[in-house]
């Protein structure tokens, strides 16, 4: 939260940490992959909701008696919100950055699976034959994950306060 993961080196982890470099390389190859390690068990959560949403055919999901449970895309803003500072300062307002390559990457793995696994009901809501081959879907997972992180980007920095429900409706809009 102090600086840009680029700017931090393994010495300053470690020594942080009171553990030599020998430790931290037998757990994160870099700075950058440590930092992914611990934010992908929450989005890797995330994904599991989008594809287990993906495939309920009916019923709403309930957090508790009387509380629907979150939207994934709802999550993730959560997600980006208790994380903010890591995000506001490795993500700029056009969504570039290291934190936002791998977040793209994620957002396209989740993407190609929904779109595989889901295809048939997909094409059927959208009232179309859906057949995209691997380089058209790989090309839709890309265009998707992109996009969302410039929407990401720029909700990080319009200088509002972090709303979720405005990037849940950003994001609901564009898709």
């Given amino acids: ?7 931090i080196s393994v010495a300053q982890i470690a020594r942080a940490a009171q553990i030599n470099r ?3 390389y037998s757990h994160a190859t870099s700075p950058m992959d440590l930092l992914a390690q611990a934010l992908r068990e929450q989005l890797d959560q995330v994904r599991r909701h989008l594809l287990t949403g993906a ?12 509380h629907p449970a979150p939207r994934p895309i709802e999550e993730l803003a959560a997600h980006l919100i208790a994380h903010q500072a890591v ?3 490795n993500i700029t307002a056009a969504g570039h950055g290291t934190v936002a390559d791998f977040l793209s990457e994620h957002f396209a793995h989740s993407v190609h699976q929904v779109i595989s696994e889901h295809s048939d009901r997909i094409a059927t809501e959208i009232g179309s034959g859906l057949s995209l081959s ?3 879907l790989n090309a839709t997972a890309q265009f998707i994950s992109h996009g969302a992180i410039g929407v990401i980007g720029v909700w990080l920095h319009d200088g509002s306060e ?14």
């Fill in 87 to 89: 995000y506001r300062r």
């Fill in 55 to 66: 495939s309920a055919s009916s019923g709403a999901k309930t957090a508790g008696p009387g």
């Fill in 22 to 24: 020998v430790t931290f």
């Fill in 134 to 136: 691997p380089t058209a």
């Fill in 162 to 175: 972090l709303d979720p429900q405005r990037l849940v409706t950003y994001l609901d809009h564009l898709f």
């Fill in 1 to 7: 939260t102090e600086q840009e993961i680029s700017q």
